[in-house]
Structure formats: structure tokens, C-alpha cells
């Protein structure tokens, strides 16, 4: 059985979608939790890019120091620089590379001849290649470049020291047959002097295929994203390669080192912490992904599951639908529950998640593990506040401008506002505003139910803009108005 070291590129490529955002703080959350889903190298962002690229380099730097972490760079020479200066503190290090292939990539972004490029990614091997940093280099847009051109920049590469060489399929045009075909080639040319990549995009909504295609035919790393998210249709969906080398691994004789029962509450941090939306009937870690409707299916599933599913849903952490807890659930009970589910809280955290949880069976009587890992993941997320909701109140109605009060302690000060406003939560925001002495202006604003029923947990996810820089916040409550007001302080609270 041979490995398939899995490089997670949610927080680079993923990063890059519209839909999608870190502050530096985020990515650090989120390096942690794919650190814990025990992936290979994450690819952990782009740092000439701007100051705060390479804040958040250096910050997972510090704090994540099992997988390699992995920076992108141009061929040249202060991008390498800046590459290498963002990892100085990491324990396992890596510089990935990449340069333009095709005719149409090399004509008209790189302006470079094929001599050119050629020579450029050599002389950038051997500056990246020191202090003990690997090197990746991504062959962008591969499928459309020469296949000559292909076959001997890589072997040129791997004689000059690149570790890896990674094959992209830039703009997603590729279809499983040729990436089989140029991957077996290249195989032939790099032997086992480095390891072989995979890059792939779902412009035509085959990348899980291609990526499988790939490792068939000798890849042994793939690039992969969770949900799939990235550059325009976004990447190849980790936690569906992570399943099919689960269910096929032994025919293919690979495997890989994740830990499968982490791939939904990932996901959902990942969710929580970007305010994306993971599509209902996303496979593997989408709300329906396990969801019969049918009812003779819905039978066939009780008696044994693999008549309608190809993996037990808990063997990826789902979350069972049933009642788990409810107010006569005691501490012990909670935290039997939490830890089952695969957190581990400190004695702080656990009050606080606790006393979230009491505070929910007041209003809901069935609480599901979705629930649960709802409190529990806020929790974590939050971090010391200097504004915090004391109280509120909010008017409003058909025939009247709505109205809402707000007092907050204001680093321990009480303060209180109102404002009226175009709606409720308007109302509210700018009562707090009008506390705080700082005005934002609303980007985004998305609310989604946790779990179900009519009593479900509310969670509002925003992005708002204070003194020209955007700053996201979120909140969960059974009351909509609360969730909303709470993810605007998370938002201030930040911004402070
Ligand atoms: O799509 C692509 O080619 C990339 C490379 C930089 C790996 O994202
Ligand atoms: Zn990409």
C-alpha cells in the first residue's frame, strides 16, 4: 500500500473564491483544524502578496507545527525571499513554486518564451532550495501547455532539486482519460526521484474524477480543498477524495493518513469561521448528504445501511440525527457528549459551552449533536470581548418605524443607545453604533437554521465594515434579532 500525502489548499486556493474570506486570526483557527484532520502540508497562503498574507503565514508558523506548511511563490527572486522570511519560525517548511505552461499562459501573462520560463524556473530552484526548505513546483495550466515543453521542464526541475513536481489543471479543461495519460508520462520521465501532484479545478465539474485519474496513474499528492471551494467552480473536494480512497483504497493500493471522523466538524469550523454555506447536497459533509426521503429507502437504511449509503455516516463524523440531550441532562452528561463528539474544552470553555447549552433547552426540547457542535464550536471561536450585550429591546410592527434600544458594557462602562431604522436589525445596529462611536456599514448578512424543527438554532453570519477594513462576525440563538445583534459585536469586537 503506497500513501497519498494530502496537501489542503482551503486556505490559498480556497481562499481565492469570492465566497470565501480569513482574517489572519481565522486562518490560524483553521490551519488548527486541519492540523487535527491530520493533513500532509497545508498550503498555507500566498505571502508577497500583501501585509496581511504574510502576517497570517507567520502566525500558523508559530502555532502549527506538525504538517508541512507550504507557501506560494512567482519564480523570483523577492518573492522567494518574502516566502522564505514568512516560514522562518516553521518547523517543516516548504516553497511551492509555480510558472506559467501554456502557449496562451506563457503569451499572455508571463511574456516569456519557452527558453525563457525554462531558465527562470531553474535558477529558482536553486534559490528556494536552501535553509532547509522543499521545493513544489506547480506546472500551471499543464493540460493546455506542449506536451515536449511539459516532460522536459519537469525532468530538467527534479535534476535541479524540486522535490515535487505538480501537475494543474488550471482552468479545469481536463477530463480523466488525458489526465491519466500525461500523468504516466511524466511518471516515465520524473521516476522516483520526486513526488508527482495534483492540481485540480470543477470548471467542467470533474476534478474529484481527475484527481482520482492522477493517483491511479501514480500521483502521490493531491492538492484539495474542503467543500471543494476555490477559484471560480473551485477544487477537488477533499473530504470526497478522502472517501473514495476509504472505499477504494485496497483495490488501488493506497491510502492516506486523515482522520475521516474529523471531515464534518471541519467543514462546519471552516463554515462557521468563512460564513460559507456548504451546499445541502454537497457529498459527504452536506446536510442531506445522509437524508432519505423515500420511504422504502428510509426502511432499507435502518436494516442495513449500505443498501442507500457507501459510508456509514458517523465513520465521517455526521452527526446523529437523533435526540441526544435534553434539559435534564446534567454536566457530566455534556461532557461525556462533547468529548464523544471529539472536543476536548477546557474547564473554561466547558462552563461556557455548558451554560449556552442550558440556556438552549429553555427554548428547545430536543437537542440534536448538530446543536451541540454548534455551542461548541462558537465557543472556541470566541475570543475576550470588550463590548458585550447587556440588554435589548426592539419595537416594531406593520404601521410602525421599528425601534431598538441597546445597553452594552463597553470595556465594564455601560453604555446605551437607540436608534430607529429600515428594519429591526437595522434599528439595532445602529443603536450600537451609536454606543460604541463607530460606524459600520453592513456587506453581508446570511442567516441559517442549525439543525431543524421551528424552535432551531438561528446562527447569522455578516460581514461589516468599519474605518475602511471589512471584519466578519457571527452568533447563534434560538431569537434571530439576538443572533443578529451578537454577530455584530463579534464584528465590533474585532474592529476594536
Ligand atoms: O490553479 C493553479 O494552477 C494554482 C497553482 C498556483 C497551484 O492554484
Ligand atoms: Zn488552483
Known amino acids: ?81 518574502a516566502a522564505k522570511e514568512s516560514l522562518r519560525n516553521a518547523q517543516k517548511k516548504r516553497i511551492h513554486l509555480y510558472a506559467p505552461t501554456s502557449e496562451v499562459q506563457l503569451t499572455y501573462l508571463a511574456g516569456l518564451s519557452h527558453k525563457e520560463q525554462l531558465d527562470k524556473v531553474l535558477k529558482s530552484i536553486e534559490s528556494a532550495k536552501s535553509d532547509g526548505f522543499e521545493v513544489e513546483l506547480t506546472l500551471e495550466d499543464s493540460f493546455r501547455a506542449e506536451k515536449e515543453y511539459l516532460l522536459e521542464l519537469a525532468e530538467k526541475a527534479v535534476e535541479k532539486g524540486a522535490d515535487i513536481i505538480n501537475i494543474s489543471d488550471t482552468v479545469g479543461i481536463a477530463i480523466p482519460s488525458m489526465v491519466k495519460e500525461l500523468i504516466s508520462e511524466l511518471k516515465a520521465v520524473v521516476k522516483d526521484k520526486a513526488i508527482l501532484s495534483i492540481h485540480c479545478h470543477d470548471d467542467l465539474g470533474m476534478a474529484t474524477a481527475n484527481t482520482m485519474a492522477a493517483l491511479e496513474a501514480g500521483a502521490r499528492q493531491a492538492h484539495l480543498t474542503l467543500a471543494g471551494v476555490g477559484t471560480r467552480a473551485g477544487n477537488a473536494a477533499l473530504e470526497e477524495i478522502a472517501v473514495a480512497l476509504k472505499i477504494h483504497g485496497e483495490r488501488l493500493g493506497l491510502f492516506t493518513e486523515l482522520n475521516l471522523k474529523g471531515l464534518y466538524k471541519t467543514t462546519r469550523i471552516f463554515a462557521k469561521i468563512t460564513g460559507y454555506t456548504i451546499p445541502p447536497h454537497k457529498a459527504v459533509v452536506g446536510d442531506s448528504a445522509f437524508t432519505h426521503k423515500v420511504e422504502y429507502m428510509k426502511l432499507a437504511v435502518v436494516r442495513e445501511s449500505r443498501t442507500f449509503e457507501v459510508i456509514d455516516p458517523e465513520e465521517v463524523g455526521y452527526p446523529k440525527t437523533r435526540i441526544v440531550l435534553s434539559r435534564y441532562s446534567g454536566k457530566i452528561m455534556f461532557k461525556n457528549k462533547v468529548e464523544e463528539l471529539g472536543y476536548q474544552l477546557d474547564d473554561e470553555k466547558l462552563e461556557m459551552a455548558f451554560r449556552k447549552f442550558k440556556e438552549l433547552t429553555q427554548k428547545k426540547t430536543e437537542v440534536y449533536d448538530g446543536d451541540i457542535i454548534a455551542i461548541i464550536e462558537d465557543v472556541l471561536l470566541t475570543k475576550p470581548k470588550k463590548v458585550i450585550l447587556k440588554s435589548y429591546s426592539i419595537r416594531t410592527g406593520s404601521d410602525e418605524k421599528p425601534e431598538a434600544t441597546v445597553v452594552l458594557l463597553v470595556e465594564g462602562e455601560e453604555k446605551r443607545a437607540y436608534s430607529s431604522g429600515d428594519g429591526p436589525v437595522d434599528a439595532a445596529f445602529k443603536a450600537i453604533d451609536e454606543a460604541i462611536g463607530m460606524s459600520g456599514r453592513l456587506l453581508d448578512y446570511r442567516i441559517t437554521s442549525v439543525t431543524s424543527g421551528k424552535d432551531a438554532l438561528g446562527e447569522v453570519f455578516l460581514k461589516v465594515k468599519f474605518k475602511g477594513k471589512e471584519y466578519t462576525g457571527r452568533a447563534i440563538a434560538t431569537d434571530i434579532l439576538q443572533a443578529s445583534i451578537e454577530a455584530y459585536l463579534n464584528a465590533v469586537n474585532k474592529a476594536l
Open 1 to 81: 500500500m503506497e500513501k497519498v500525502y494530502i496537501l489542503d489548499t482551503t486556505l490559498r486556493d480556497g481562499a481565492q473564491s469570492p465566497l470565501v474570506s480569513f482574517t489572519p486570526q481565522e486562518k490560524v483557527e483553521m490551519a488548527k483544524a486541519l492540523d487535527a484532520l491530520n493533513v500532509d502540508v497545508i498550503d498555507c497562503g500566498y505571502p508577497a502578496l500583501n501585509k496581511e498574507e504574510r502576517e497570517s503565514v507567520e502566525l500558523i508558523a508559530e502555532a502549527v507545527k506538525r504538517p508541512v506548511l507550504s507557501v506560494l511563490s512567482k519564480c523570483d527572486e523577492k518573492e522567494i525571499e
